[in-house]
């Protein structure tokens, strides 16, 4: 059984006799697929990974998948017809009387074959187990996750190179997609936020046709995919000279931040890492302007299912992946946001996106 495999029963809160990972087709993919079988590439249309406690792990995929699932060792069967899909799980789940779905990802017509197959089998959700294995990113997932963030963080360097007065937004995140692809990656791990002026106030803006002005922050919010694992960095600029309002928000959020990045070590828990971060925010004139999460863990997803926030108990250990990004946000004038992935350690925090943001840069 593989480590990954056995982190899975390892946080299982109720025992089984067989998992059942099943990845359809887009927009339904389950990530966790390519988690335990470690498969780099390929859609992976219409395959099953199914888990054993004590006897490791067999993938099930259709013909058109069969040459990208070979040279991983997987003890792999080729089903020529989904149809057959339900006849060969009846086979290898016989005698199971429970069986872990992970089922946020599962797809109704998944449930269905797996009902098929297994009509008086109790279907239990192992979805809290999944994502708690996945929390904690074993060396060969860092090393994927510090290669996105390598991609990211030189475009962070190059931004000022192309940014200038009467760019668009539109052209920026254009510009910085182009880059990561130029740079190795294989898409953008979600859509990239270009925001200028009072635009920048919004967290999650869509990037439109407003054009750069001086006496504006412009900020910029994306990540790279580079093979399965992501990455997810935020900086913000400034077009001419920073106002002293400007730079005192930049500061501010620098500020926070580090203290946030601090405190990210193996044995703190994220919810008194928010609180840090937002104390820190409210002791300033920008009180009640910070209104988002701390950070979200990253691997496999942009968002990979750990939050930091006050409201949420996250304990952190050793080879969690988490981005710290803390912001500062004024309706109808602009917005700041420092965002870095860090990987938690037992005596200090390990950044992976080594990219400027000790001054605020101005183009």
């Given at each position: 059984m593989s480590d990954r495999v056995k982190r899975i029963f390892d946080n299982l809160e109720e025992d089984v006799d067989a998992i059942y990972i099943r990845n359809s087709t887009e927009?339904?993919?389950?990530?966790?697929?390519?988690?335990?079988?470690?498969?780099?590439?390929?859609?992976?249309?219409?395959?099953?990974?199914?888990?054993?406690?004590?006897?490791?792990?067999?993938?099930?995929?259709?013909?058109?998948?069969?040459?990208s699932a070979k040279g991983y060792g997987l003890n792999l069967t080729v089903v020529p017809r989904r149809a057959e899909v339900s006849e060969h799980l009846k086979e290898k789940f016989k005698g199971c009387k429970r069986i872990g779905v992970n089922s946020p990802e599962v797809s109704y017509a998944a449930i269905k074959?797996?009902?098929?197959?297994?009509?008086?089998?109790?279907?239990?959700d192992v979805s809290k187990a999944v994502m708690a294995a996945r929390l904690v990113k074993d060396e060969e997932?860092?090393?994927?996750?510090?290669?996105?963030?390598?991609?990211?963080?030189?475009?962070?360097?190059?931004?000022?190179?192309?940014?200038?007065?009467?760019?668009?937004?539109?052209?920026v995140a254009a510009e910085i997609n182009h880059r990561m692809q130029k740079y190795g990656a294989l898409e953008p791990s979600f859509t990239t936020i270009s925001s200028f002026g009072k635009n920048s106030a919004e967290p999650h803006y869509t990037s439109g046709n407003k054009k750069l002005r001086k006496g504006q922050f412009a900020l910029f919010d994306y990540g790279a995919r580079v093979g399965r694992y992501v990455s997810d960095i935020t900086r913000t600029y400034a077009c001419g000279k920073p106002s002293a309002k400007m730079q005192e928000m930049y500061d501010t959020?620098?500020?926070?931040?580090?203290?946030?990045?601090?405190?990210?070590v193996a044995g703190n828990n994220g919810k008194d890492?928010?609180?840090?971060?937002?104390?820190?925010?409210?002791?300033?004139?920008?009180?009640?302007?910070?209104?988002?999460?701390?950070?979200?863990?990253?691997?496999?997803?942009?968002h990979d299912g750990g939050v930091i926030h006050s409201l949420i108990d996250q304990p952190l250990e050793d080879g969690m992946v988490f981005t710290v990004e803390p912001g500062v946000y004024l309706p109808n004038y602009g917005g700041v946001r420092i965002e870095d992935d860090v990987v938690v350690r037992k005596g200090k925090a390990e950044i992976?996106?080594?990219?400027?943001?000790k001054e605020i840069i101005s183009v």
């Open positions: 927009p339904i993919v389950d990530k966790t697929f390519f988690y335990v079988t470690g498969i780099r590439s390929g859609l992976f249309e219409s395959s099953t990974a199914v888990l054993y406690p004590d006897r490791g792990m067999e993938v099930i995929v259709p013909p058109l998948e069969e040459t074959d797996l009902e098929k197959a297994m009509p008086k089998a109790k279907l239990v997932e860092i090393k994927a996750i510090r290669k996105a963030c390598r991609v990211v963080a030189r475009i962070a360097k190059e931004i000022p190179d192309f940014l200038e007065e009467g760019i668009k937004e539109v052209e959020v620098l500020e926070a931040q580090l203290i946030g990045i601090e405190m990210m890492v928010h609180t840090a971060v937002d104390e820190y925010i409210n002791g300033t004139k920008f009180k009640d302007r910070f209104i988002h999460s701390t950070g979200h863990s990253i691997g496999l997803s942009v992976l996106t080594k990219a400027p943001k």
